[in-house]
């Protein structure tokens, strides 16, 4: 199984800053690497698909990087909508098998 | 826009059997073009993938939970369902439906789940 880790599992950060998350694999991925938004209470919306991608309807300040077994989601300018917890997720495994990181919490400082 | 809405009994007793429903609104299930999923999230922790289905009938499940898992789907109700049979404390989680969409167009393909129902929290306790 492939497995996923992000860092750092928890961040303080005020509105405006320059946030970045990392998310890293157990092997390569290539670009297999999606990411999410959860609000407490609330389903996973999807952010960023094959690493770079940015769904539709999703702010520019988000971003995404990285292949291999290292990436990086950013938010340029953190928003007050943006505290939340954020995920990412491999679909390099075939068959299915895609497996999600533990999550990074960002909160207000 | 597609929209799901997942359904059914909030508590479970320890050695019974899970059962949920997907609706799915906005769009057909039998149009193809993607997996209909299931995920769960125990409280308070991360997100596990259990399975899908798509249209056909055809599935793959988690290994970790085969021997227990059925996703089944109904076309006509445009309606996909999760069966987890033996259930214990182990198995309380929120539970997701998610369509798993694909882009094949650069040669490799890529997968995601988007969008997501809302959830549906299921306890297991006598």
């Known amino acids: 199984d492939i497995q996923m880790t992000q860092s750092p599992s928890s961040l303080s950060a005020s509105v405006g800053d320059r946030v970045t998350i990392t998310c890293r694999a157990s092997?390569?991925?290539?670009?297999?690497l999606n990411w999410y938004q959860q609000k407490p209470g609330k389903a996973p919306k999807l952010l960023i698909y094959?690493?770079?991608s940015l769904q539709s309807g999703v702010p520019s300040r988000f971003s995404g990087s990285g292949s291999g077994t290292d990436f990086t989601l950013t938010i340029s300018s953190l928003q007050p909508e943006d505290f939340a917890t954020y995920y990412c997720?491999?679909?390099?495994?075939?068959?299915?098998?895609?497996?999600f990181g533990p999550g990074t919490k960002v909160d207000i400082k | 826009q597609v929209q799901l809405q997942e359904s059914g009994p909030g508590l479970v007793k320890p050695s019974q059997t899970l059962s949920l429903t997907c609706t799915v609104s906005?769009?057909?299930?039998?149009?193809?073009?993607?997996?209909w999923s299931w995920i769960r999230q125990h409280p308070g922790k991360g997100l596990e993938w259990i399975g899908y289905?798509?249209?056909?009938?055809?599935?793959y499940y988690n290994p970790s939970l085969k021997s227990r898992v059925t996703i089944s789907v109904d076309t006509s109700k445009n309606q996909f369902s999760l069966k987890l049979s033996s259930v214990t404390a182990a198995d309380t989680a929120v539970y997701y439906c998610?369509?798993?969409?694909?882009?094949?167009?650069?040669?490799?393909?890529?997968?995601?789940?988007?969008?997501w129902g809302q959830g549906t929290l299921v306890t297991v306790s006598s």
């Open positions: 998610a369509r798993e969409g694909e882009d094949c167009s650069g040669g490799s393909c890529y997968n995601w789940f988007d969008p």
């Open positions: 906005g769009g057909s299930i039998s149009s193809g073009g993607y997996y």
């Open positions: 289905i798509y249209y056909s009938g055809s599935t």
């Open positions: 092997q390569s991925i290539s670009s297999y």
């Open positions: 094959a690493a770079s």
């Open positions: 997720q491999q679909s390099y495994s075939t068959p299915r098998g895609f497996t």
